[in-house]
């Protein structure tokens, strides 16, 4: 006669699966984070390459197990989310200095034109959970 065993998980190995640093979520996890990282290094805008190289993923295991994907740099925001047309004024007794037109001009206040949103983390989350 066939008899029937009950099925006991096995918590621990469940948890270790789910929150575990070697576990599948966070590998699966971890995966993904780097997809985000690759792709919004290759659409950042690289006239000195600083944001590119900055963009790094950080992983965390508790409370839950989860990912971070971005950079310490400070124009990363603006460049992010874009920026208005906005004033850049000179500091007291300083010029500001840009080349136009191939000839050096030098100003006390200059309106920037702002610039358009480069969304490359938010994107590039969107493609990797697909």
């Known amino acids: ?28 996890i971890y995966k993904r984070a780097l997809k985000v990282q690759a792709g919004a ?16 993923t950080e992983m965390t295991y508790r409370p839950v197990t989860s990912a971070y994907v971005g950079t310490n740099v400070r124009y990363a925001m603006m460049h992010h989310e874009g920026t208005r047309a906005h004033p850049i004024v000179a500091t007291p007794g300083r010029m500001l200095t840009f ?5 050096r001009v030098y100003a006390r206040k200059v ?20």
């Not at 290094?41 to 790094?56: E, N």
């Open 111 to 130: 309106l920037h034109p702002g610039t358009s949103p480069n969304r490359s983390l938010v994107a590039n989350l969107v493609k990797a959970v697909r």
């Open 41 to 56: 290094v290759r659409q950042a805008h690289k006239r000195t390459g600083r944001l590119a190289r900055s963009i790094h």
């Open 99 to 103: 080349t136009s037109n191939g000839k």
């Open 1 to 28: 006669m066939f008899q029937m065993q009950k099925f006991v998980p096995d918590r621990s190995a469940i948890q270790r699966l789910l929150h575990g640093r070697d576990g599948m979520v966070a590998r699966e």
